[in-house]
């Protein structure tokens, strides 16, 4: 058997079991399983997969992938990363993957409020995605992360202890807490700027999702009540107290919420408020000022 063949082997298992990208899917698994980029493959496909060599292994390696993949595992958490803002993020079956979508919320972030000498407070943190990479393409002299899982905060230290420098040598103060939402900040902390991609999907809404999301990422990072308001409401309250005059809170939305978060925002004291579209043209991301 040659890669070739292989790789057309994990084709059609993928696209038998309704992978959308199945084709795109089994490359991928197949220069991960052999560390091989898309030139070296381009070359070596028709190189012979003889028994007893190291290449069996990677075979072996290659068909526990695309079974995992068949069985609808993301194809992130199968390969343990997923780029963001151009960093390489460790993912597991404990974190939600990083999005395009969120980049939106970063950039704006980044675009609004260039000083670093401002402090981020970043919750339902996940990954760490938005908080680190405000830290590494911000400088930001102080960035806070938090989140309720355990579990996702150790994903989080080992993407921190990757993309940012020694702690020794950075002035910077990145931290991790752990806190169901405000609960756990000590409340005399105040920040310039707040972030959050809250649950923000309707329970019932959850059960149609694709079964990569449904079945294999988190449920409380994703489940925001009968509404998929219930985050907004407590971000929106209690935000102000977290926030210095003149900080801006910046929330990750649904694409059809972005209305109701306004008034959310509005009705609790927040000024400058509006709505940002993602690449895609859809609502992204909710934008609001504290006097």
Request: glycine content about 8%; overall charge negative; hydrophobic content about 40%.
């Amino acid at each position: 058997m040659t890669l070739r063949q292989l790789l057309e082997e994990g084709r059609e298992e993928l696209e038998k079991a309704g992978v959308a990208d199945w084709a795109l899917d089994a490359r991928y698994l197949l220069m991960a399983a052999f560390d091989l980029d898309l030139a070296s493959l381009l070359v070596k496909q028709e190189r012979q997969i003889l028994p007893g060599d190291e290449s069996e292994e990677k075979t072996r390696c290659y068909r526990q992938m695309i079974g995992r993949r068949a069985g609808r595992a993301p194809l992130q958490q199968i390969l343990g990363e997923q780029e963001f803002m151009g960093l390489p993020f460790r993912v597991n079956e404990h974190v939600l993957t990083p999005r395009q979508d969120t980049e939106t919320l970063v950039e704006l972030v980044l675009r609004e409020r260039p000083d670093p000498s401002q402090s981020v407070l970043d919750l339902c943190t996940g990954s760490g995605c938005i908080a680190l990479s405000l830290a590494r393409l911000g400088g930001y002299r102080r960035v806070w992360a938090s989140d309720l899982s355990e579990e996702a905060l150790k994903v989080a230290e080992e993407n921190a202890k990757g993309l940012l420098k020694d702690p020794a040598e950075s002035k910077a103060d990145f931290r991790l807490l752990k806190s169901d939402l405000f609960e756990g900040i000590p409340k005399e902390e105040r920040f310039d700027i707040l972030t959050s991609n809250p649950p923000y999907i309707p329970t019932e809404v959850i059960e149609g999702l694709e079964p990569e999301v449904r079945d294999h990422e988190p449920r409380m990072a994703l489940d925001g009540d009968e509404d998929g308001l219930k985050f907004y409401r407590i971000l929106a309250a209690e935000a102000g107290g977290f926030l210095n005059p003149g900080g801006v809170i910046y929330l990750e939305i649904g694409w059809d919420q972005g209305a109701k978060v306004e008034e959310l925002l509005r009705q609790a004291g927040f000024q400058e408020i509006r709505t940002v579209k993602d690449l895609a043209g859809k609502d992204r991301v909710v934008r609001a000022g504290w006097p």
